[in-house]
């Protein structure tokens, strides 16, 4: 062994074929580029409402009324002679930002809930799991329908109903992966440096444990939009007369024989906005999931 | 030589683009082993899988040919075999030994139960019967009250047990082929010791060929008949065992010959100087809680140990896993809260030491691929100390300079410092863990097990590289290592550890010279010697004893 070493070599990149981007290991698949390309359509026409909408939100015209789908009126007209395309729109805006705004809600209060709870252990953690598990005992809307009947129902009501419904389920997930990246040598080798425990938190442990919040988010934003719009339709989220696609749906209720429109409309927007959110989560996780990514980048190289 | 029961040719083996093993040629004979050496990466273990018919990876292609000829029955060739063939042949003919014997048995059944399933499947044995034979095999892989034990579940079982445990499992159906892919190299060197003698034994018995992979070239010298050496997927030297030793014919052999590191029958590193003491550890006591379904259960980790580290040496704490040395660096850098002792750096109490104070002591730990985090490149990890302690000038600018500073000393290209761990070889990491500790500009720096986990010849160059920083920057080293070849050319004092307590305490020169306590001994004698077969086929057949208590 020679005391006199050269610099310790250099590994060769280009020898060793890189990891694919995630981006394009995340575009490679079909399926989540199409409901990208939904969700997109989506928010977009959602943002531009006031500008593509052709009618007036709440412009009654009694003479056209309950009109089947034409040239004039692309989704039919409602029982005021309201013009449908135009309600689903601002609809669709209400819906994403009260779905937005409430997942938002939870990722941050239970993301902060978890990744305190897990990293500092002990008391405060069981504390805080054990207030988790008990709401996660409630069933999801029994639990919101409590939060509106104790305030007064409206779009901010709903907004926190929601978004209290899904904070403990951030907060178990952020809490397990803590867990594991706590114990992590880089994470004791922070300690032993005296790296300040907010620092370790920023740096070191939230980095690692963004790929099954992503996943989670993306999730939680089908379920918040589902859950909108079942506390719109039971008539405890949005108030009449602004448009969200449950209370169209709970409007199209005495329609359903005379005009099909009015509920279809509604409901294939919720379907289509759900299911891509769903198909865009599965695509998170196919790309942030270690294991799942080995599995596809050797069906590409097939 | 005797008949042959494996015949590799021509072997190739490709996962997606990339060529893993090229051109692979091997054969074992009955009662005779063949030892596969290389570093991590090499191809060593996916050559012996291609040729078992186990390879399993995504996107894996295999060709050329591997002939198994089972005594007594048709030769199968094993490369492109049908699921039905291999299954067969399997746990039958052909018997497997993992790196990890605490994954690669089921958790939920028992020992027994393990070994007599390949008995049940492939002999039609019935449950008794397997039983039977299970006590039977457990008693001769040595485990002590095999009756009893046939009922245990893995996790009742320590390492080595279960490691043999594993080894009766492969054998269970006298298979004409045993294949052990790293089996010691997750266990203690003693116990490391055992297996291999208890192989060899049964080998000798049974008349079994047997495949042993291993990155060690002391171990292989040990317990082969031939050896062939692997480098990224090609052979670069293949021979008896004893010519591989004498006269290596490729230069890569000869530096992993070279870089193996032994016991020197000569003087050993230099007498620790007369320098002042750095650190006093006076009367250290940790205990651990743990909770079992029996009720809480009190773990004495380490009981009352007292030492002193003089500044710019080195002080090794040496014991198996479970000695407790581990705690001690624990303890010191404050991740755990130790019972009674004081420990004491240059007149502050380190154990109570606030965060701001943290930085006298540095750690690098044995993993280089979990030690980093993966979200940090080079510079932002060893940037983390300056910032956290306003070393380096402060400013940013400063502080590049500073880590260009420190990836030069560690013999690193300040061009890597963009870069982010996986992009990153084992080495190289390790570099980079050892910079990061520099940056805090210790007093003392605590090395746990840090070349451990490093293939032969980088463990050699980290080392020597450990040695210069010493010298240049006078730094003080805590050496934690199981590997008293590591710790002889590393260390002026030698602390032993057994069961957290202090067995022997003595400058490095004179334990090496005349080791007092019989542990100690133990330790010593389970390192590989330098000449090839003398270990296994004679030393140490006191081994053999079923001794494995811990």
Known sequence: MSEQQPLAPTLPLGDDRPRLASWRLFLSNGLTVASLCVLVTVVASALLAPWIAPYGVNAVDVAQQLQPPSAAHWFGTDDLGRDLFTRVLFAARTSLLVAAISVAFALVVGGVLGIVAGYAGGILDTLVMRIVDVMFAFPVLLLALAIVAIFQPGLWTTIFAIGIVYTPIFARITRASTLTVRTTPFVQVSQTMGTPVASILARHVLPNITGPLIVQTSLSLAFAILSEAALSFLGLGIQPPSPSLGGLLFNAQGFLTLAWWMSIFPGVVIFVTALAFNLLGDGFRDVLDPRQRTIIEARRTR | MSETVLAVSG?????????????????????????????????KTMSVLAATGLIDAPGSRVSGSSLLRPPGADPVQLVGADRRTLRRVHGDAVGFVFQDPSTSLNPLLTVGRQIGESLEIHRGLTRRQARARAIEMLDAVGLPDPARRVDAYPHQLSGGQRQRAMIAVALACDPALLVADEPTTALDVTTQAQIVELVNALQRRKGTAVVWISHDLGLIGQVADDVLVMRAGETVDRQPV?????????????????????????????????????????????????????????VHAVDDVSFTVRRGTTLALVGESGSGKSTIANALTGLVRPRAGTAVLDGRDVLRARRRDRRQIAMVFQDPFASIDPRCSVEEAIDEPLRVHRLGGGGRAARRTRIGELLEAVELDPALRTRYPHELSGGQRQRVSIARALALEPELVILDEATASLDVSIQARVLALLRRLQGELGLTYLFIAHDLAIVQEMSHEVLVLQGGRTVEYEPAAELFRSPQDPYTQRLLSAVPPTEPGQWSRGRAAEYIAPRDAM
Request: aromatic letters at 4%; glycine letters at 12%; a negative charge.
């Open chain 2, 11 to 43: 072997l190739h083996v490709d996962i997606g683009r990339r060529s893993i093993v090229r051109d692979l040629a091997f054969e074992v004979a009955r009662d005779q082993t063949l030892g596969i050496v290389g570093e991590s990466g090499s191809g």
């Open chain 2, 242 to 298: 004893v010519d591989v030793f004498a006269h290596p014919a490729h230069g890569y052999t000869r530096d992993l010959l070279a870089a193996r590191p032994r016991l020197r029958a000569d003087g050993g590193p230099p007498a620790a100087p007369d320098a002042p003491a750095l650190l006093e550890v006076d009367g250290l006591d940790v205990v651990f809680s743990l909770s079992t379904p029996t009720g809480r259960v009190a």
